[in-house]
């Protein structure tokens, strides 16, 4: 028996966030199955029927719990003004806000502000309100992702729907539809930075498309703040192979993450910095360790997409996305974890330092393969850190270049 769910198809960002959530929900009750890139969107093959049941009670459940989290954080970050403006900072206490950032909350949180204080506010409305529709609806994911469900749930953008619904016919399924916001697509159509407002023809998706993109993103995806709020990206690993297990997918999503950066990065260095982090936390070592012996022989790609800040309260610009190969920024985390190689210390100190070409030119050399640059960005950055101990400082080079050797060559 072979149950297959599709994605609607609305693009590479909200469809692959739609695909770590469905693999988060059916992973963790111990479904097996296999996900199948398409050229817009994900074909999923179940080996047996989930209970649809319990996989929509776990999605309700877990958002929920992302939206508590982001009620603990403005809860916090108002107190935190009153202190600043009291002249009472507590360094413990920003500890504390740091460590909620890096929550599925946080990830929603930092996400949504992007959309300005009153577009983030009706977002977490939204999703609030489909919560409490979800219980109430036929949990049957697999007879709603079917191959014709953008043309039955009547999505996309009104033209294209209507011009599609002319030659094609099917039985429209009548739904409530909402505005697909920015952080799940990292577009939407003719987005006018100038009025900072949608186009009256944005995209429309149902209740489903949307709080499952939103758990994909607070489960899944790299989310950082950076600067003062000048930027913020968001980081998502792809699976690209012909096939892959829904469990590898679930194991990727370790690479989650949210919080701040001490500065706006360039993206491909924030690709290289939000990876490394992960790597270097204590309390996920372990785990990660164990999560790079399986994936990083796998094919991935990261999607990397960044907003950057017109006005103060005022929504974000989507300035870029790119799409990088995976294969060599895993492998070059595993094999320098291996060697006990603190890269993710020499990428810290070349962002206070302010050396942020050098650590773009690490990273995409890292990503591309290139040794000469990935040479360059390493004599860079030591003559940046200035380390006193010279012969460390030399064996150091030395293993980095036999590692780059090693792994640009295959």
Not at 34 to 42: A, C, G, K, L, S
Not at 251 to 256: E, I, P, R, V
Request: proline share 3%; charged share 25%; net charge positive.
């Amino acid at each position: 028996m072979c149950i297959r769910l599709f994605t609607p198809g609305h693009g590479k960002i909200m469809d692959t966030l739609i695909c770590h959530g469905l693999a988060y929900l059916l992973s963790t009750h111990g479904y097996e199955g296999e996900v199948i890139p398409m050229d817009r969107r994900y074909l999923i093959e179940l080996r047996e029927e989930p209970d649809w049941q319990l996989i929509v009670n776990r999605l309700v459940e877990d958002l929920m719990e992302a939206l508590e989290y982001y009620d603990t954080i403005n809860r916090l970050i108002k107190e935190r003004q009153i202190a600043i403006k009291n002249r009472d900072r507590d360094r413990e206490f920003e500890k504390v806000l740091r460590a909620y950032m890096n929550t599925e909350g946080g990830r929603l949180h930092i996400a949504v502000e992007s959309q300005g204080v009153i577009n983030a506010r009706k977002s977490v409305q939204k999703l609030r309100r489909i919560l409490e529709k979800l219980s109430s609806l036929n949990p049957n994911l697999s007879s709603v992702y079917t191959e014709d469900h953008v043309l039955r749930y009547g999505e996309g953008r009104s033209k294209i729907v209507s011009a599609a619904r002319r030659t094609v016919r099917v039985k429209k399924v009548k739904v409530e539809k909402y505005t697909a916001p920015l952080p799940i697509i990292g577009f939407a159509g003719k987005y006018m930075t100038g009025l900072y407002e949608y186009a009256s023809d944005s995209l429309k998706i149902c209740h489903w498309d949307l709080a499952l993109s939103w758990l994909g993103l607070c489960r899944s995806a790299a989310v950082l703040r950076e600067g003062r709020g000048d930027g913020i990206s968001i980081i998502l690993l792809r699976p690209i192979a012909p096939s892959t297990p829904l469990s590898e997918i679930h194991l990727a999503q370790s690479f989650a993450l949210g919080g701040q950066t001490q500065t706006s990065l360039p993206l491909a260095a924030a690709v290289l910095f939000s990876i490394l982090r992960v790597g270097e936390i204590p309390e996920l070592e372990e785990e990660i360790g164990r999560v790079l012996e399986t994936i990083a022989s796998s094919r991935w790609s990261v999607i990397a997409y960044r907003f950057e800040k017109q006005q103060p309260r005022r929504p974000y610009a989507i300035r870029r996305i790119s799409e990088y190969p995976a294969f060599r920024l895993l492998q070059f985390l595993k094999e320098s974890r291996r060697k006990s190689i603190n890269l993710y210390g020499i990428a810290r100190i070349l962002m206070q330092n302010g050396d942020l070409d050098v650590l773009e030119l690490m990273a995409e050399s890292i990503i591309y393969g290139n040794l000469d640059g990935f040479a360059n960005s390493i004599k860079a950055a030591f003559t940046s850190l200035s380390l006193s101990a010279k012969e460390n400082t030399r064996l150091l080079k030395e293993e980095l270049a036999e590692l780059a050797i090693k792994l640009f060559s295959t």
